[in-house]
Nanobody, 121 residues
Framework: QVQLVESGGGRVQPGESLNLSCAVSGSTFAHYVMAWYRQAPGKKRELVAAITSDGHRNYVDSVKGRFTISRNNVENTMYLQMDSLRPEDTAVYYC???????????????WGQGTQVTVSS
């Protein structure tokens, strides 16, 4: 059974930074594509960034140049460094394990509890 535990969220002002972490257990972490999703109130869950086992990264356009996804395959941990945060980044952030189906990221049905990020002045 795969378990995902997100941490690192909080309340910050616009322009500030946060670094989210995702600890993964119960699987061979290094084999999977990993990703971060977010869900704002009243909105659908949105794929934010994904990283393959060999470090290839993809980002949604709205976070390019501001967010950086990374992973440590030895420590079974994934990160999301979020800089220049904006109010529209406010959401619950979730980590995910999955695979690519051609160009599309497909999450497996494992989700953590999420971590709240609030950006407000």
């Amino acid at each position: 059974q795969v378990q995902l535990v997100e941490s690192g969220g909080g309340r910050v002002q616009p322009g500030e930074s946060l670094n989210l972490s995702c600890a993964v257990s119960g699987s061979t972490f290094a084999h999977y594509v990993m990703a971060w999703y977010r869900q704002a109130p009243g909105k659908k869950r949105e794929l934010v960034a994904a990283i393959t086992s060999d470090g290839h990264r993809n980002y949604v356009d709205s976070v390019k140049g501001r967010f950086t996804i990374s992973r440590n395959n030895v420590e079974n941990t994934m990160y999301l460094q979020m800089d220049s945060l904006r109010p529209e980044d406010t959401a619950v952030y979730y980590c995910s394990v999955g695979r690519y189906d051609q160009m599309d990221y497909v999450p497996f049905n494992y989700w953590g509890q999420g971590t709240q990020v609030t950006v407000s002045s």
